[in-house]
Structure formats: structure tokens, C-alpha cells
């Protein structure tokens, strides 16, 4: 049943710092919120997504939609629009930002086969193929791991609003990018306020890049869910990735640990950045066993 595949949450609160607008407030879960604040004049420099970012991702905006306001014109700074997500701010820098509208899209099962490594009444483990994308997404509206669950699930189709065509800066660690609506319930013309009430996500626990195949653990019911995402928040859930390499690695193991940066040449994907400076470098570490 849809109950099975689909969990029903309720959108959080903006952060206390925004001024929410009633009336844009309802629409499209967070769309219309306003943050109007001045950087404290003791912070350093920064980027202007990642500085309202952080204002507002206690709120439930992520990062992506942030990146869509800023491309939109929807912020900014000292009442000068800016257009740049890599923008600097500064202490003392008045920033004004309202959150983008959601876009829809329609998502519809489709028979395509699926690789079940595992399946009971709680959770379904699905070996993902490389170069197929799990969630739709502008662009990406067919052909998805989500279209495949939804045909094996018995579901006919769902009306999605897309937070941003734009990926977050690490897509496989954040599954916030697409809200799902059930098309029984909600047409693409009539999402206003019933949102509040009944938001449905797939219950897809976490995500493999488009370039990557593995497993991927679909949760079939909303206690399921809750436990397996907290498990992976907690890492108690271990995970073992195998890569190929060019010649023989010297030991047979090792830990590696190097941080990790957007390549600047290709803003799709990331690179080992040793001894890098970068500010926005993350750190990583990984045990290697050949």
C-alpha cells in the first residue's frame, strides 16, 4: 500500500531569525521566507549560500534551495542583488534573502528491472546500477531509481516539487532535495497550504552518486525509516566501497586521509585536495584493505 512506501512528515520551523510572510510561507513548504539580518561585524569572511545556510538550515532550507534563490535574484546584499552563490560576505554586511518557489515535477512508475538483493515487510535493499540517478529531478524527470520503486511498490505516480536543480555541495550525504507529493491528494495547480499537512517522501534511507552502483536501503514504513536513518546518522550501519586502482597500492592497507574539495575544472565532482588551503575543503578519512 502507499502507507507501505511513502512517510508522512510535517515541514519544520523556519529559524527564529527569519520573518516569515504568511501569506508565501504556505506555499511550497518554506517558499516566500525571509531572512533580513546584518553579519556580525566579528565574523570573518564567507560565502553568501553558506552564510545563509546557516541561518536558515535549522529551518529545513537546504543549502541547493539557497543556491536557487541566489540565481533567481532573490538576495541581497547591502540592497544590491547578487547573482554569485560564491558571493563574499563580510562582518557588517546587510543580507536580505527570500526562498525560491519549489518547481514541480511528475514522476510516474515505470517497469524498469530491478536488482533485489533483499526484501521483507520493513525494507527493500536494491543493488543500484552506475549511471542511474536515484531521485528525479529537472532534467531528470524519468529513468530514476525512484520510478523503478515505484512501479515494484504498486504506486502509479506522485507530483514532486524539486528544491533546486542544483545539487547541494555533497549530493550523496543530503536526501533534501525533493519533496513528493502523492498525486491522489495534491495536483501540481493546488499546492498551497494542505502541504503543511501531508508531505511524503520516498523512503530511500540514503544516496549513491549517479556514477556509482551499491547497495541502497528503501525503508517501507515510517518507524523503518526512522530507525535506519538514525543508524546511518549515527554510522553504526557499516559501509564498504570497492574501487579499482592503476597498479598495486603499497601497503596492502592503510589509511588514507586527505581533504576533499570541488575540482575547480569540473564543479561536478570531487577531488583529493593534499595539503590544499581551501576553505571549503572537508576532511576525510578512509581505511584501505586491498
Known sequence: SRSHFLRASRPRCVSSDAVAEPALARRGGHAGTRLEEAVPAAEGRSRVDAWISARLGGGGVSRARVQASIRAGLVAVNGRPVSKVSHTVKGGDKVSCTVSELQPLRAEAEDIPLDIVYEDEHLLVVNKPAHMVVHPAPGNANGTLVNAILHHCKISTFTCLARSPIYDECPESSDDDVDVFDVDQFTIGEVSSEVREAIVRPGIVHRLDKGTSG???????????????????????????????????SPNSARIEVPISRDPNNRTRMVAAPGSGHRYAKHAAKFLQV
Open 215 to 249: 547497495l541502497l536501503v528503501v525503508a517501507k514504513d515510517e518507524h523503518s525509516h526512522a530507525q535506519l536513518a538514525e543508524q546511518f546518522k549515527l554510522h553504526t550501519i557499516s559501509r564498504v566501497y570497492i574501487s579499482l586502482t592503476c597498479g598495486v597500492p
